[in-house]
C-alpha cells in the first residue's frame, strides 16, 4: 500500500492509517454496549426498589438520563473535533466531527421522547416550554443544523468549515441546558447526580443508571467508528490506498 512514515505521535491522523483501527475497534465497542445495555436494563427494571414518589413510572430514567448527558457530551465532543479540523486544517478531525453528529442527534431525539413520556404521568402533559426541555430542543435543531449544512454544500472542505463555525457558536446552548434548572424556576427536576454532593437516589438506581451511560458511551463511539469509515470512503475514493484495498478486497 505503498510507503509509510515511522509511526508517531499523529499517525492515526491520517484517513489511511486511522481507517483500519476503527474497523478493528468498532466490533469492540458494540459489544461492550450491548453488555453493559443488558447489565443496566436489568439493574433499572428488576433490581432498582420502586421509587417512593413516582412509582414505577421513573425507571425511565435509565433511557432518558444516560440519553440526555450524551447528548450534551457528544455535541461538546463534536465541536472539539470541529475546532480542531477548523484550526490545524486536518481532515481526519473534520470527519469525525460529521460522523458524531447523527448519533449526537439520535440521543437528543430519544432524550426528548423519553422526557416527554416521563412528563405525562409526572407533570401531567407531555410538553411544556420548560427551559430544560426547550433548551434541549435548541441542541436539537444546532445538530440538524449542523448535518444539514454540510449536506448543503458540496466541497467537503467548505462544509467543513461551515459546520466548524455552527458547531462551535451551538457551544453556548451546553451550560445553559446543564444549569437552566438552577438559573430559572422550571418544573424540571434538578439533577440527582453531580460531583459535588452525595447522589440522591439509592445506590442500586445509580448504578443502573451509570451503567446505561457507559452503554450509550460505548455504543456512540462505535457507531462514530462505523461511521467515520464510510465518510473516509467517500471523500477518499480516488486514493491509491481505497482503490487498493477495493482491489485486495478487504473494503468490508
Same mark, same amino acid.
Given at each position: 500500500?505503498?510507503?509509510?512514515?515511522?509511526?508517531?505521535?499523529?499517525?492515526?491522523?491520517?484517513?489511511?492509517?486511522?481507517?483500519?483501527?476503527?474497523?478493528?475497534?468498532?466490533?469492540?465497542?458494540?459489544?461492550?454496549?450491548?453488555?453493559?445495555?443488558?447489565?443496566?436494563?436489568?439493574?433499572?427494571?428488576?433490581?432498582?426498589?420502586?421509587?417512593?414518589?413516582?412509582?414505577?413510572?421513573?425507571?425511565?430514567?435509565?433511557?432518558?438520563?444516560?440519553?440526555?448527558?450524551? $447528548?450534551?457530551?457528544?455535541?461538546?465532543?463534536?465541536?472539539?473535533?470541529?475546532?480542531?479540523?477548523?484550526?490545524?486544517?486536518?481532515?481526519? +478531525? +473534520?470527519?469525525?466531527?460529521?460522523?458524531?453528529?447523527?448519533?449526537?442527534?439520535?440521543?437528543?431525539?430519544?432524550?426528548?421522547?423519553?422526557?416527554? &413520556?416521563?412528563?405525562?404521568?409526572?407533570?401531567?402533559?407531555?410538553?411544556?416550554?420548560?427551559?430544560?426541555?426547550? +433548551?434541549?430542543?435548541?441542541?436539537?435543531?444546532?445538530?440538524?443544523?449542523?448535518?444539514?449544512?454540510?449536506?448543503?454544500?458540496?466541497?467537503?472542505?467548505?462544509?467543513?468549515?461551515?459546520?466548524?463555525?455552527?458547531?462551535?457558536?451551538?457551544?453556548?446552548?451546553?451550560?445553559?441546558?446543564?444549569?437552566?434548572?438552577?438559573?430559572?424556576?422550571?418544573?424540571?427536576?434538578?439533577?440527582?447526580?453531580?460531583?459535588?454532593?452525595?447522589?440522591?437516589?439509592?445506590?442500586?438506581? &445509580?448504578?443502573?443508571?451509570?451503567?446505561?451511560? &457507559?452503554?450509550?458511551?460505548?455504543? $456512540?463511539?462505535?457507531?462514530?467508528?462505523?461511521?467515520?469509515?464510510?465518510?473516509?470512503?467517500?471523500?477518499?475514493?480516488?486514493?491509491?490506498?481505497?482503490?487498493?484495498? &477495493?482491489?485486495?478486497?478487504?473494503?468490508?
Amino acid at each position: 500500500m505503498g510507503s509509510r512514515s515511522k509511526p508517531g505521535l499523529f499517525w492515526f491522523s491520517s484517513p489511511q492509517t486511522f481507517f483500519p483501527l476503527a474497523g478493528a475497534m468498532t466490533p469492540w465497542f458494540f459489544a461492550l454496549a450491548a453488555v453493559l445495555a443488558a447489565f443496566g436494563l436489568y439493574v433499572g427494571f428488576f433490581v432498582a426498589p420502586t421509587d417512593a414518589t413516582q412509582g414505577e413510572s421513573y425507571r425511565i430514567i435509565f433511557i432518558h438520563v444516560p440519553a440526555a448527558w450524551m $447528548s450534551m457530551f457528544l455535541y461538546l465532543v463534536m465541536a472539539l473535533w470541529a475546532a480542531v479540523g477548523l484550526i490545524m486544517n486536518t481532515r481526519m +478531525s +473534520s470527519m469525525m466531527a460529521s460522523a458524531i453528529a447523527p448519533t449526537g442527534a439520535l440521543m437528543t431525539v430519544l432524550a426528548l421522547i423519553t422526557g416527554s &413520556l416521563w412528563g405525562k404521568p409526572t407533570w401531567g402533559t407531555y410538553w411544556v416550554w420548560d427551559a430544560r426541555l426547550t +433548551s434541549e430542543l435548541v441542541l436539537l435543531f444546532l445538530y440538524l443544523g449542523f448535518l444539514a449544512l454540510q449536506a448543503a454544500i458540496d466541497d467537503p472542505r467548505r462544509a467543513d468549515k461551515a459546520g466548524a463555525v455552527l458547531a462551535l457558536v451551538g457551544v453556548i446552548n451546553i451550560p445553559i441546558i446543564y444549569f437552566s434548572v438552577q438559573w430559572w424556576n422550571t418544573l424540571h427536576q434538578g439533577s440527582s447526580v453531580s460531583l459535588t454532593r452525595s447522589p440522591s437516589m439509592a445506590a442500586t438506581m &445509580l448504578l443502573g443508571m451509570l451503567l446505561m451511560a &457507559l452503554a450509550f458511551w460505548m455504543y $456512540s463511539i462505535a457507531a462514530s467508528l462505523h461511521r467515520v469509515r464510510s465518510i473516509v470512503l467517500e471523500r477518499e475514493k480516488r486514493a491509491e490506498w481505497t482503490k487498493e484495498l &477495493l482491489a485486495q478486497g478487504r473494503l468490508k
